[in-house]
């Protein structure tokens, strides 16, 4: 019997990567995309699609049965910046979206649930440095808030109902497949997008402000690893610190500029700067190498090298 896969929010920033890398491990069958809309994207023409809304319980419930889905990744969120804008709505869909699938998979519907967290549960009272596991949450943005009430959820539902849902908190993710989905870490995707057509980029963030990030490639591998990995490894069911590197606008800028030597860039914060300083600038992560074997393959150089030389 193969798995059978549902990712919700499969158009996303990490659902388009998701669902290719999925599907390469699971046949394309075996692994259904799902969004709001149906776009035409390689996710949508190169295998099995549904139209659903996250926030429609029997449209979820429907496919689930329909298609006799094993594993849900539930994609779907509203991220930090684009859910400032729409507080309620953000809350509604981060929040509704994961309630549907926690109680399909209580019901005994679904085997087992990918869910991912934030940095953003963390708040301007978090450790910046080498932010522990279990450390103060305090998050002061709305994509956190629901971010750590999910975790919350996540661990009640495990524990309270045998739910098996596992969670890691994602860092800022860099990618050259898909354009930046409206969070404060994007301008680590946009700058190398300007670099390449402008020559010059204009960061909304200060020059040394220093965030967790991460290459699209090694948040994947994190994904399905953390997925395939014995129940009994995964020792903790809110969700697990992750990190890969840490560094500044100035010195992501100095990188390109190894190749690009004319780039430029300039800084005129906006209120992404807020967010941005209120999260960790580097993340402690080793309960999720000690637990389920996570290590990293990038760091800020091999991953300027393999965008620059995608996205040209």
Not at 61 to 67: G, M, V
Not at 118 to 133: K, L, M, W, Y
Not at 222 to 233: L, W
């Amino acid at each position: 019997m193969s798995t059978k896969i549902l990712i919700i929010g499969a158009c996303g920033q990490i659902g388009t990567e998701l669902t290719q890398k999925l599907r390469a491990i699971y046949g394309t069958e075996n692994v259904i995309a799902s969004d709001i809309r149906k776009l035409n994207t390689d996710v949508v023409n190169s295998g099995p699609f549904e139209v659903v809304n996250a926030l429609d319980f029997n449209q979820i419930e429907n496919l689930i049965e329909k298609h006799q889905i094993d594993e849900v990744y539930l994609m779907a969120a509203l991220l930090s910046a684009t859910a400032e804008k729409n507080p309620a709505f953000a809350w509604d869909l981060n929040m509704n979206s994961l309630f549907h699938v926690l109680n399909l998979a209580k019901a005994g519907k679904i085997k087992k649930i990918f869910w991912p967290s934030s940095i953003a549960v963390f708040g301007p009272t978090t450790p910046r440095e080498n932010t522990p596991q279990y450390t103060i949450m305090e998050p002061s943005t709305v994509y956190g808030i629901s971010k750590q009430s999910g975790e919350r959820w996540c661990e009640y539902y495990h524990n309270i109902f045998g739910v098996d849902v596992r969670s890691i908190r994602y860092p800022g993710l860099i990618s050259w497949s898909s354009p930046p989905g409206g969070g404060t870490t994007d301008y680590a995707v946009d700058i190398f997008h300007k670099a390449l057509a402008d020559g010059t980029y204009e960061c909304f963030l200060s020059s040394e402000t220093k965030m967790p990030m991460m290459y699209m490639d090694d948040a994947i591998n994190a994904t399905i690893n953390i997925m395939k990995a014995p129940a009994e490894q995964i020792k903790i069911r809110s969700s697990y610190n992750l990190a890969a590197m840490s560094f500044t606008p100035t010195e992501i800028a100095a990188e390109i500029k190894k190749h690009i030597p004319d780039f430029t860039i300039t800084y005129a914060p906006d209120f992404r700067q807020k967010i941005a300083d209120s999260w960790p600038a580097s993340i402690d992560d080793a309960s999720a190498r000690e637990d389920w074997g996570w290590k990293h393959e990038f760091d800020l150089t091999s991953m300027t090298t393999d965008m620059l030389e995608h996205l040209s």
